[in-house]
Protein backbone atom coordinates (compact mmCIF):
# COMPACT_ATOMS: atom_id res chain seq x y z
CA UNK A 1 0.00 0.00 0.00
CA UNK A 2 1.24 3.68 -0.96
CA UNK A 3 2.64 5.93 2.16
CA UNK A 4 -0.30 8.25 0.82
CA UNK A 5 -2.87 5.72 1.52
CA UNK A 6 -1.45 4.46 4.12
CA UNK A 7 -2.00 7.93 6.06
CA UNK A 8 0.69 9.29 8.47
CA UNK A 9 3.49 6.83 10.37
CA UNK A 10 2.50 5.44 13.59
CA UNK A 11 5.08 4.52 16.00
CA UNK A 12 5.14 2.64 19.35
CA UNK A 13 7.92 3.76 21.45
CA UNK A 14 8.68 1.44 24.07
CA UNK A 15 10.62 2.49 27.54
CA UNK A 16 10.85 1.12 30.75
CA UNK A 17 9.87 4.58 32.35
CA UNK A 18 8.13 7.98 30.87
CA UNK A 19 8.17 10.83 32.70
CA UNK A 20 7.04 11.86 35.43
CA UNK A 21 9.96 9.84 36.55
CA UNK A 22 13.23 10.93 35.98
CA UNK A 23 16.14 9.00 33.87
CA UNK A 24 18.03 9.12 31.18
CA UNK A 25 16.61 7.09 28.73
CA UNK A 26 12.56 8.20 29.63
CA UNK A 27 13.89 11.86 28.91
CA UNK A 28 15.18 10.43 25.41
CA UNK A 29 11.75 8.74 25.05
CA UNK A 30 9.69 11.92 25.97
CA UNK A 31 11.50 14.11 23.60
CA UNK A 32 11.63 11.57 20.58
CA UNK A 33 7.84 11.28 21.39
CA UNK A 34 7.31 15.65 21.24
CA UNK A 35 9.70 16.07 18.28
CA UNK A 36 8.14 13.29 15.86
CA UNK A 37 4.48 14.22 16.81
CA UNK A 38 5.62 17.82 15.98
CA UNK A 39 6.79 16.66 12.20
CA UNK A 40 3.28 14.75 11.69
CA UNK A 41 3.81 11.29 13.31
CA UNK A 42 1.49 9.39 15.43
CA UNK A 43 3.40 8.40 18.43
CA UNK A 44 1.91 5.43 21.08
CA UNK A 45 4.93 5.38 24.32
CA UNK A 46 4.41 1.84 26.37
CA UNK A 47 5.70 2.38 29.49
CA UNK A 48 5.19 1.21 33.36
CA UNK A 49 3.36 3.05 36.03
CA UNK A 50 1.96 3.82 39.47
CA UNK A 51 -1.06 2.26 37.69
CA UNK A 52 -2.45 1.34 34.42
CA UNK A 53 -3.81 4.15 32.09
CA UNK A 54 -4.38 5.49 28.70
CA UNK A 55 -3.64 9.08 28.41
CA UNK A 56 -2.74 11.95 25.73
CA UNK A 57 0.01 13.60 26.92
CA UNK A 58 0.79 16.82 24.78
CA UNK A 59 -0.80 14.52 21.71
CA UNK A 60 1.14 11.72 22.40
CA UNK A 61 -0.43 8.73 23.22
CA UNK A 62 1.17 7.23 27.01
CA UNK A 63 -0.02 3.53 27.72
CA UNK A 64 1.05 2.60 31.31
CA UNK A 65 1.11 -0.72 32.63
CA UNK A 66 1.18 -0.74 36.30
CA UNK A 67 4.25 -2.29 37.82
CA UNK A 68 6.36 -2.89 40.89
CA UNK A 69 9.33 -0.16 41.35
CA UNK A 70 10.70 -1.43 44.72
CA UNK A 71 14.24 -2.65 43.09
CA UNK A 72 14.62 0.80 42.65
CA UNK A 73 13.23 1.87 46.01
CA UNK A 74 15.08 -0.55 47.55
CA UNK A 75 18.28 -1.53 46.13
CA UNK A 76 18.73 1.77 43.56
CA UNK A 77 17.98 -0.82 40.44
CA UNK A 78 15.87 0.97 37.67
CA UNK A 79 14.21 -2.21 36.98
CA UNK A 80 9.79 -1.83 37.05
CA UNK A 81 8.18 -5.30 37.15
CA UNK A 82 4.78 -5.22 35.21
CA UNK A 83 1.93 -7.47 35.15
CA UNK A 84 0.53 -9.62 33.04
CA UNK A 85 -1.66 -7.04 31.12
CA UNK A 86 1.68 -6.05 29.36
CA UNK A 87 1.73 -8.32 27.29
CA UNK A 88 -1.72 -7.95 26.07
CA UNK A 89 -0.97 -4.11 25.67
CA UNK A 90 2.00 -4.94 23.76
CA UNK A 91 0.10 -6.41 21.00
CA UNK A 92 -2.62 -4.14 21.21
CA UNK A 93 -0.37 -1.48 20.40
CA UNK A 94 2.18 -3.34 17.94
CA UNK A 95 -0.86 -4.59 15.70
CA UNK A 96 -1.56 -0.45 15.62
CA UNK A 97 2.13 0.39 14.69
CA UNK A 98 3.99 0.58 11.20
CA UNK A 99 7.11 0.19 13.34
CA UNK A 100 7.91 -0.53 17.17
CA UNK A 101 11.05 1.21 18.02
CA UNK A 102 12.35 -0.29 21.94
CA UNK A 103 14.60 1.19 24.07
CA UNK A 104 16.94 -1.11 25.88
CA UNK A 105 16.81 -4.74 25.76
CA UNK A 106 17.04 -5.28 29.19
CA UNK A 107 13.54 -5.02 30.63
CA UNK A 108 10.35 -5.87 30.31
CA UNK A 109 8.43 -3.72 28.19
CA UNK A 110 11.39 -4.56 25.88
CA UNK A 111 10.96 -8.51 25.78
CA UNK A 112 6.94 -8.27 25.57
CA UNK A 113 7.54 -5.42 23.04
CA UNK A 114 9.38 -7.52 20.68
CA UNK A 115 7.24 -10.70 21.43
CA UNK A 116 4.63 -8.24 20.18
CA UNK A 117 6.06 -7.19 17.22
CA UNK A 118 7.09 -10.90 16.07
CA UNK A 119 3.51 -11.99 16.37
CA UNK A 120 1.78 -9.42 14.67
CA UNK A 121 4.45 -8.82 11.96
CA UNK A 122 5.61 -5.60 12.75
CA UNK A 123 9.25 -4.09 12.44
CA UNK A 124 11.47 -3.25 14.54
CA UNK A 125 13.98 -0.83 15.33
CA UNK A 126 16.13 -0.85 18.72
CA UNK A 127 18.32 1.35 20.60
CA UNK A 128 20.92 0.42 22.82
CA UNK A 129 22.07 3.14 24.99
CA UNK A 130 24.32 1.11 26.98
CA UNK A 131 26.65 -1.97 27.48
CA UNK A 132 27.23 -3.80 30.51
CA UNK A 133 27.04 -1.44 33.65
CA UNK A 134 29.25 -2.21 36.36
CA UNK A 135 26.90 -2.67 39.49
CA UNK A 136 28.34 -3.41 42.99
CA UNK A 137 25.82 -6.50 43.65
CA UNK A 138 27.13 -9.73 41.75
CA UNK A 139 23.99 -11.11 41.50
CA UNK A 140 22.53 -7.98 39.16
CA UNK A 141 25.59 -8.44 36.78
CA UNK A 142 24.52 -11.55 36.38
CA UNK A 143 20.99 -11.20 35.55
CA UNK A 144 22.35 -8.26 33.08
CA UNK A 145 24.30 -11.00 31.32
CA UNK A 146 22.30 -13.67 31.05
CA UNK A 147 19.44 -11.00 30.06
CA UNK A 148 21.70 -9.51 27.15
CA UNK A 149 22.40 -12.94 26.14
CA UNK A 150 18.78 -14.38 25.75
CA UNK A 151 16.08 -11.48 25.02
CA UNK A 152 18.84 -8.95 24.09
CA UNK A 153 20.47 -11.32 21.54
CA UNK A 154 17.46 -11.96 19.83
CA UNK A 155 16.61 -8.09 19.58
CA UNK A 156 19.75 -7.00 17.97
CA UNK A 157 19.27 -9.96 15.50
CA UNK A 158 15.59 -8.96 15.08
CA UNK A 159 15.88 -5.32 14.34
CA UNK A 160 15.77 -3.79 11.24
CA UNK A 161 18.26 -1.07 12.47
CA UNK A 162 20.16 -1.19 16.06
CA UNK A 163 20.82 2.37 17.19
CA UNK A 164 23.78 3.14 19.62
CA UNK A 165 25.21 6.52 21.09
CA UNK A 166 29.07 5.43 21.22
CA UNK A 167 31.43 2.91 19.62
CA UNK A 168 31.80 0.77 22.49
CA UNK A 169 28.13 0.23 22.61
CA UNK A 170 27.87 -0.70 18.52
CA UNK A 171 31.00 -3.15 19.58
CA UNK A 172 28.84 -4.56 22.41
CA UNK A 173 25.36 -4.83 19.86
CA UNK A 174 27.69 -6.56 17.08
CA UNK A 175 28.73 -8.94 20.09
CA UNK A 176 24.89 -9.83 20.17
CA UNK A 177 24.41 -10.31 17.09
CA UNK A 178 23.60 -7.27 15.03
CA UNK A 179 24.34 -7.10 11.36
CA UNK A 180 27.29 -4.25 11.44
CA UNK A 181 25.28 -2.50 8.73
CA UNK A 182 22.39 -2.32 10.35
CA UNK A 183 23.69 -0.57 13.23
CA UNK A 184 23.70 2.88 13.36
CA UNK A 185 24.92 5.95 15.13
CA UNK A 186 22.75 8.31 16.44
CA UNK A 187 23.54 10.86 18.69
CA UNK A 188 20.72 12.02 21.44
CA UNK A 189 19.26 15.43 20.69
CA UNK A 190 19.36 18.62 23.24
CA UNK A 191 16.73 21.11 23.60
CA UNK A 192 19.07 24.28 22.45
CA UNK A 193 16.80 26.59 23.26
CA UNK A 194 15.77 25.50 26.69
CA UNK A 195 19.69 24.50 27.32
CA UNK A 196 21.45 27.89 26.65
CA UNK A 197 24.10 30.08 27.71
CA UNK A 198 24.16 32.65 29.94
CA UNK A 199 23.34 36.19 28.62
CA UNK A 200 25.57 38.18 30.92
CA UNK A 201 26.93 38.47 34.33
CA UNK A 202 24.01 39.69 35.38
CA UNK A 203 22.22 37.17 34.51
CA UNK A 204 24.49 34.79 36.08
CA UNK A 205 23.72 36.45 39.28
CA UNK A 206 19.92 37.06 39.12
CA UNK A 207 20.05 32.94 38.98
CA UNK A 208 22.68 32.48 41.69
CA UNK A 209 20.18 34.41 43.93
CA UNK A 210 17.43 32.49 42.54
CA UNK A 211 18.53 28.92 43.58
CA UNK A 212 20.34 30.19 46.49
CA UNK A 213 24.17 29.71 45.16
CA UNK A 214 27.57 31.76 46.38
CA UNK A 215 27.26 35.10 44.54
CA UNK A 216 31.22 34.92 44.15
CA UNK A 217 33.53 32.10 43.33
CA UNK A 218 33.60 29.40 40.50
CA UNK A 219 30.72 26.80 40.75
CA UNK A 220 31.17 23.39 38.97
CA UNK A 221 27.91 21.33 38.62
CA UNK A 222 26.79 18.11 38.81
CA UNK A 223 23.46 17.09 37.57
CA UNK A 224 22.20 13.14 37.78
CA UNK A 225 21.47 10.36 40.28
CA UNK A 226 23.54 10.21 43.15
CA UNK A 227 25.11 6.61 42.23
CA UNK A 228 28.66 5.25 41.60
CA UNK A 229 28.06 4.80 38.11
CA UNK A 230 27.68 8.55 38.19
CA UNK A 231 30.82 9.41 39.72
CA UNK A 232 29.32 11.47 41.88
CA UNK A 233 31.05 10.16 44.62
CA UNK A 234 34.34 10.60 43.03
CA UNK A 235 33.44 14.70 42.31
CA UNK A 236 33.12 14.96 46.18
CA UNK A 237 36.07 13.62 46.96
CA UNK A 238 37.66 16.02 44.28
CA UNK A 239 36.23 19.16 46.63
CA UNK A 240 39.33 21.97 46.45
CA UNK A 241 39.13 25.39 47.66
CA UNK A 242 39.27 26.70 44.32
CA UNK A 243 35.91 26.00 43.22
CA UNK A 244 32.19 25.29 44.77
CA UNK A 245 30.84 21.76 44.04
CA UNK A 246 26.88 22.17 43.21
CA UNK A 247 24.85 19.24 42.88
CA UNK A 248 21.15 18.61 41.50
CA UNK A 249 19.76 15.09 41.50
CA UNK A 250 18.74 12.59 44.07
CA UNK A 251 18.56 11.33 46.75
CA UNK A 252 19.91 13.49 49.20
CA UNK A 253 20.83 11.11 51.80
CA UNK A 254 23.58 10.17 49.74
CA UNK A 255 25.41 13.88 50.48
CA UNK A 256 24.51 13.18 54.15
CA UNK A 257 28.35 13.35 55.25
CA UNK A 258 29.39 16.40 52.78
CA UNK A 259 29.19 18.75 55.35
CA UNK A 260 29.79 22.49 53.96
CA UNK A 261 31.61 20.68 51.04
CA UNK A 262 28.97 20.66 48.63
CA UNK A 263 25.38 22.74 47.83
CA UNK A 264 22.41 20.30 47.24
CA UNK A 265 19.80 21.85 44.87
CA UNK A 266 17.53 18.59 45.07
CA UNK A 267 15.82 17.08 42.36
CA UNK A 268 15.15 19.93 39.67
CA UNK A 269 12.55 20.61 36.86
CA UNK A 270 14.10 20.99 33.53
CA UNK A 271 13.76 25.13 33.85
CA UNK A 272 15.45 24.94 37.01
CA UNK A 273 17.83 22.50 35.47
CA UNK A 274 18.16 25.04 32.98
CA UNK A 275 19.15 28.00 35.03
CA UNK A 276 21.36 26.31 37.29
CA UNK A 277 23.16 25.33 34.22
CA UNK A 278 23.51 29.29 33.68
CA UNK A 279 24.03 29.81 37.44
CA UNK A 280 27.49 27.64 37.05
CA UNK A 281 30.71 27.97 35.40
CA UNK A 282 31.87 24.39 34.81
CA UNK A 283 29.77 21.13 34.68
CA UNK A 284 32.02 17.76 35.75
CA UNK A 285 30.32 14.32 35.40
CA UNK A 286 33.01 11.52 36.07
CA UNK A 287 30.73 8.74 35.34
CA UNK A 288 30.85 5.36 33.25
CA UNK A 289 29.06 2.51 31.43
CA UNK A 290 26.92 5.62 29.82
CA UNK A 291 26.54 6.28 25.75
CA UNK A 292 26.90 9.77 26.09
CA UNK A 293 25.31 11.57 29.04
CA UNK A 294 21.99 13.33 28.61
CA UNK A 295 23.48 15.90 31.02
CA UNK A 296 27.11 16.16 29.26
CA UNK A 297 25.01 17.16 25.82
CA UNK A 298 22.84 19.61 27.88
CA UNK A 299 25.90 21.59 29.38
CA UNK A 300 27.31 21.50 26.55
CA UNK A 301 24.15 23.43 25.12
CA UNK A 302 24.42 25.94 27.93
CA UNK A 303 28.04 26.78 27.06
CA UNK A 304 29.92 25.87 29.83
CA UNK A 305 33.37 24.07 30.41
CA UNK A 306 32.89 20.23 30.69
CA UNK A 307 34.58 17.77 32.28
CA UNK A 308 33.93 14.38 32.31
CA UNK A 309 35.41 10.51 31.68
CA UNK A 310 37.78 9.93 28.81
CA UNK A 311 35.79 6.81 27.78
CA UNK A 312 36.95 5.19 24.71
CA UNK A 313 33.46 4.79 23.11
CA UNK A 314 33.11 8.69 22.73
CA UNK A 315 35.35 8.35 19.87
CA UNK A 316 32.74 8.71 17.50
CA UNK A 317 32.12 12.19 18.71
CA UNK A 318 35.26 13.49 17.41
CA UNK A 319 35.93 15.84 20.43
CA UNK A 320 38.39 18.62 20.51
CA UNK A 321 39.98 16.97 23.44
CA UNK A 322 41.44 20.70 23.92
CA UNK A 323 38.12 22.34 24.46
CA UNK A 324 35.97 19.02 26.01
CA UNK A 325 37.70 17.81 29.01
CA UNK A 326 38.42 14.20 29.36
CA UNK A 327 39.55 12.50 32.36
CA UNK A 328 40.55 9.66 33.99
CA UNK A 329 37.60 8.77 36.82
CA UNK A 330 40.80 9.41 39.22
CA UNK A 331 39.61 11.98 42.10
CA UNK A 332 43.25 13.61 42.06
CA UNK A 333 43.12 13.52 38.18
CA UNK A 334 39.82 15.57 38.43
CA UNK A 335 40.61 18.02 41.28
CA UNK A 336 43.45 19.06 39.08
CA UNK A 337 41.58 19.28 36.27
CA UNK A 338 39.02 21.10 37.59
CA UNK A 339 41.33 23.69 39.61
CA UNK A 340 43.27 24.54 36.29
CA UNK A 341 40.06 25.14 34.34
CA UNK A 342 38.21 27.21 37.87
CA UNK A 343 41.53 29.47 37.66
CA UNK A 344 41.68 30.52 34.05
CA UNK A 345 38.33 32.47 32.89
CA UNK A 346 39.81 33.04 29.13
CA UNK A 347 39.85 29.13 29.48
CA UNK A 348 36.50 28.18 30.58
CA UNK A 349 35.43 30.54 28.09
CA UNK A 350 36.76 29.29 24.99
CA UNK A 351 35.37 25.69 26.15
CA UNK A 352 31.95 27.22 26.78
CA UNK A 353 31.97 28.26 23.27
CA UNK A 354 33.38 25.50 21.91
CA UNK A 355 30.56 23.27 23.56
CA UNK A 356 27.64 25.81 22.40
CA UNK A 357 28.42 25.38 18.88
CA UNK A 358 29.16 21.49 19.01
CA UNK A 359 25.88 21.20 20.73
CA UNK A 360 23.55 23.67 17.98
CA UNK A 361 25.64 21.68 15.33
CA UNK A 362 25.12 18.12 16.58
CA UNK A 363 22.39 18.03 19.46
CA UNK A 364 19.15 19.73 17.95
CA UNK A 365 16.28 17.63 18.33
CA UNK A 366 14.61 18.50 15.33
CA UNK A 367 17.63 16.51 13.10
CA UNK A 368 17.25 13.69 15.46
CA UNK A 369 13.45 13.16 14.97
CA UNK A 370 14.33 13.36 10.97
CA UNK A 371 17.48 10.92 11.14
CA UNK A 372 13.98 8.46 12.80
CA UNK A 373 11.80 9.08 10.65
CA UNK A 374 14.35 8.37 7.74
CA UNK A 375 15.13 4.97 9.76
CA UNK A 376 11.45 3.92 10.27
CA UNK A 377 10.49 4.46 6.81
CA UNK A 378 13.49 1.81 5.91
CA UNK A 379 12.33 -0.77 8.46
CA UNK A 380 8.87 -0.64 6.37
CA UNK A 381 9.16 -3.05 3.81
CA UNK A 382 6.08 -4.14 1.34
CA UNK A 383 3.41 -5.72 3.09
CA UNK A 384 4.80 -4.97 6.76
CA UNK A 385 2.92 -1.27 7.52
CA UNK A 386 -0.02 -1.72 9.70
CA UNK A 387 -2.41 -1.02 6.88
CA UNK A 388 -1.11 -3.35 4.77
CA UNK A 389 -0.92 -6.31 7.90
CA UNK A 390 -4.73 -5.13 8.35
Keep these: MSEAAAGPLKVLLVSHYYPPH???????????????????VQVTVLTSGERSS????????????????????KAGVPFPILGPKL????????????????????????????????????????????????????????????????AGRLLMRTARTVLTMNS?????????????ERIRHLPNGTDTALFRPVRDAAEQAAERERLGLPAEGVLVLFVGRFVPKKGFDL?????????????????AEALSGAGDSAIYLGSLSPADVAAAYRACDVFALPSTSEGFPLTVQEAM???????????????????????VSLVDRDTETLRVRLREIAADSELRRQMG???????????????????????YRSAIRPGTSSADRG
Excluded at 103 to 116: C, E, N, R
Excluded at 168 to 180: H, M
Design 54 to 73: VTDEDGVRVVRVRAWNGLER
Design 168 to 180: DVAAFVRGLGARP
Design 87 to 150: LRRALRWARWADVVHIHDAFYQTSWAALTAAKLTGTPTVATQHVALVHHDSAAVGLVQKAVYAS
Design 301 to 323: SSGLAVVTTDDSGYAAYDLDRDR
Design 22 to 40: MGGIENVVHSEARYLTAAG
Design 235 to 251: LLAAQDPGYHLVFAGGP
Design 353 to 375: KYAREYAVECFAWPDHASKLIET
